[in-house]
């Protein structure tokens, strides 16, 4: 097992400043004048934290709703192609124009997805 990333580690440090601050509230004992810039910079940290894990979601979000529409075009393109050699191939279509023309599609269709994929692994 890897050690935690940053974000795991200030998570770990706010949920023990959370947990010190409630025991201060509980019991309460004073909060000494030099722990208070300590915890403003730890709560800052926890901020700029919280907000970059929300940018991700968001962008995480946008990703999946792309890759879901791309995938269902992907998958209709698949359904149109597989009629297509069911009924005959080629000699089922009108002209070589547009049995090109399919194939133009389904191809672009399926790079489109594979795209789709490499843009979703780049947020693993």
């Known amino acids: 097992m890897t050690a935690p990333g940053a974000s795991v580690v200030l998570l770990q440090k706010a949920r023990e400043w959370a947990n010190?601050?409630?025991?201060?509230?509980?019991?309460?004992?004073?909060?000494?004048?030099?722990?208070?810039?300590?915890?403003?910079?730890?709560?800052?940290?926890?901020?700029?934290?919280?907000?970059?894990?929300?940018?991700?979601?968001?962008?995480?979000?946008?990703?999946?709703?792309?890759?879901?529409?791309?995938?269902?075009?992907?998958?209709?393109?698949?359904?149109?192609?597989?009629?297509?050699?069911?009924?005959g191939g080629r000699e089922a279509v009108a002209s070589d124009k547009m049995f090109k023309q399919m194939l133009q599609d389904y191809d672009a269709a399926f790079r489109a997805a594979l795209a789709a994929l490499d843009a979703a692994g780049r947020f693993n």
């Open 20 to 87: 010190q601050f409630y025991h201060w509230i509980e019991s309460g004992e004073e909060i000494h004048r030099e722990k208070v810039p300590v915890l403003f910079v730890e709560l800052h940290k926890i901020a700029s934290l919280l907000e970059a894990l929300a940018a991700r979601i968001e962008a995480l979000e946008a990703a999946a709703t792309q890759a879901r529409e791309t995938l269902g075009r992907t998958a209709a393109s698949l359904v149109a192609a597989t009629d297509l050699l069911r009924s």
